[in-house]
Nanobody
Framework: QVQLVESGGGLVEPGGSLNVSCEAS????????MGWYRQAPGQQRELVAT???????DYADSVKGRFTISRDDARNRVDLQMRDLKLDDSALYYC???????????WGQGTQVTVSS
């Protein structure tokens, strides 16, 4: 079973950039599709981006062209580079791992990203 720990959140001004990272342990990343989701107060958790073990990526329309997801299976790490951040990007960002064997999802505890002037 994989354990996920996010880091790198913080406060940034609109138009700024921020990177968040996810460190995985307990299992090799190669058997998981990795992703980032976010949840703002009073809203449902929503997909931000995913990346498969073959590096196929998928993004929410709201972040296309601004966010980039990447993975380093040798380091058991997944990163989300965010640029041109907007107020609506403020949320708790969660790292996810979906097993390609069982389809089960695993989640980290989240890291807060706040975009504010």
């Amino acid at each position: 079973q994989v354990q996920l720990v996010e880091s790198g959140g913080g406060l940034v001004e609109p138009g700024g950039s921020l990177n968040v990272s996810c460190e995985a342990s307990g299992s090799a990343l190669i058997i998981y599709t990795m992703g980032w989701y976010r949840q703002a107060p009073g809203q449902q958790r929503e997909l931000v981006a995913t990346i498969t073990s073959s590096r196929k990526t998928d993004y929410a329309d709201s972040v296309k062209g601004r966010f980039t997801i990447s993975r380093d299976d040798a380091r058991n790490r997944v990163d989300l580079q965010m640029r041109d951040l907007k107020l609506d990007d403020s949320a708790l960002y969660y790292c996810s791992a979906q097993s390609i064997v069982t389809n089960k999802y695993y989640w980290g505890q989240g890291t807060q990203v706040t975009v504010s002037s």
